[in-house]
């Protein structure tokens, strides 16, 4: 069984930043794709953010100079570093990993972690 669990989330002011973490644990034998989900209310789920072995992360284009994504492949984890935030990056951002377990490739969630930016 293979779990994301994601961290970090807080209410911050506009222009604040803030890092989100987010770790996969189980029986894990090779992620290939982790990235970064967001969903503000009454709006549909966007990818915000994607990084995969090999290749140069990608980005939506409303986060992109804001945001950073990164990996530590040795813990399975990947982070969300935003900056210069504004009131419409509030949402519940989920993380998401592509990955081989158990001889099946598929896509897992976490739970998410709400950032809310407000003055």
């Known amino acids: 069984q293979v779990q994301l669990v994601e961290s970090g989330g807080d209410l911050v002011q506009p222009g604040g930043s803030l890092r989100l973490s987010c770790a996969a644990s189980?029986?894990?034998?090779?992620?290939?794709?982790m990235a970064w989900y967001r969903q503000a209310p009454g709006k549909e789920r966007e990818l915000v953010a994607s990084?995969?072995?090999?290749?140069?992360?990608d980005y939506a284009d409303s986060v992109k100079g804001r945001f950073t994504i990164s990996r530590d492949n040795a813990k399975n984890s990947v982070f969300l570093q935003m900056n210069s935030l504004k009131p419409e990056d509030t949402a519940v951002y989920c993380c998401n990993a592509l990955l081989f377990s158990g001889g099946l490739h598929g896509s897992y969630w976490g739970q998410g972690t709400q950032v809310t930016v407000s003055s």
């Open positions: 990084i995969t072995t090999g290749r140069n992360p």
């Open positions: 189980g029986s894990i034998i090779r992620i290939s794709t």
